[in-house]
């Protein structure tokens, strides 16, 4: 079958041939449609991320959409390696897979279940949002912020705040509120903890390094004595550590948490992603993308995906690049 290979640790894909895989007890066979070029499936695909299984040659791709054998079509979620979603066929565990509402087509189902997921799972199975409650979106003008801010107000959130370095994007994202972040961190702080004054319940963080340093120093300082904060991390998008003082931690209820592979179990997240999917074709969520056919990439691994998510199709005709 045709597919995106990785041959080595570090290097991008090229399209070649792989062998098919075939089901074991418990495993799904699917025809694949659709598999969306994300963040996660760059860092697996490098043997960087911590989830990576490490194994060579592989087919590239955490997740994506297609058909079952009866014709019914399904989200999927990490195939059994060495195969990925960037082939012509998969096979995944039957607990791995949701679903797809019939309003909502492929290309557009497979760019929004990984970017949907970060919020969706950190609102629900760690945060435990409840209606009526403030949200801060740390980092709120990528794709995965954008969407965190509608699943929010879609969760029952009463007020959202959200940060970003533009203010004009910023301003086009549908929040009650914003804070731009900056690098002079005096300064940040201090926005931060007006933005704590009115009180916060839940962060969502896609940025981690110095914005989440200040943030939560200007929560421990700015919050009620009788609040408490759950502060789930998901992205690493200012870098992979932050130096936090101890004092923080005690002078408030802050619970610090993170929201990904290995903290959500992987049969909740597919059942979660089958939920988001089932709200997006209701709701309207929205992410840009451009679908590219699969053969092409090794010219579109490499380009900026900062107007919109690529999808890379497969078995069906997509417009060229």
Do not use: C
């Amino acid at each position: 079958m045709k597919a995106a290979i990785v041959r080595a640790a570090g290097l991008p894909p090229v399209y070649g041939d792989f062998a098919e895989p075939i089901a074991e007890p418990g495993e799904t066979r699917i025809a694949v449609a659709a598999a969306a070029l994300s963040p996660l499936a760059r860092a697996r695909a490098s043997g960087a991320h911590y989830s990576a299984a490490g194994q060579y040659p592989a087919v590239v791709g955490v997740d994506g959409v297609g058909r079952l054998d009866d014709g019914r079509r399904v989200y999927f979620m990490l195939p059994r390696a060495p195969w990925g979603a960037m082939a012509e066929f998969i096979v995944a565990p039957a607990t791995q897979i949701a679903p797809l509402p019939e309003g909502l087509d492929d290309a557009t189902a497979a760019a929004l279940a990984n970017p949907g997921m970060s919020s969706w799972a950190a609102f629900k199975e760690r945060a435990k949002l409840k209606a009526g409650e403030t949200v801060l979106i740390n980092g709120a003008t990528g794709s995965a912020g954008r969407l965190a801010v509608q699943i929010a107000k879609h969760f029952g959130a009463e007020r959202v705040i959200a940060t970003g370095r533009n203010p004009e994007a910023l301003r086009s994202l549908g929040a009650d509120a914003t804070v731009t972040l900056g690098d002079d961190e005096d300064a940040l702080e201090d926005r931060f903890r007006q933005a704590f004054a009115d009180g916060v319940d839940v962060v969502v963080d896609y940025l981690w390094g110095k914005s989440a340093e200040r943030l939560l120093v200007a929560a421990a300082k700015g919050l009620r004595e009788d609040a408490g904060l759950r502060f789930v991390q998901v992205g690493s998008a200012s870098g992979p550590n932050i130096a936090l003082p101890s004092a923080v931690l005690r002078s408030k209820a802050i619970a610090l948490m993170g929201s990904g592979l290995g903290s959500v179990p992987r049969d909740k997240l597919a059942a979660d992603i089958g939920e988001l999917l089932q709200a997006a074709a209701t709701r309207g969520f929205a992410i840009p993308l451009r679908a590219v056919p699969l053969s092409q990439v090794e010219r579109a691994w490499g380009e900026s995906e900062s107007a919109a998510r690529t999808v890379f199709t497969i078995g069906a005709p997509a417009a060229k690049i």
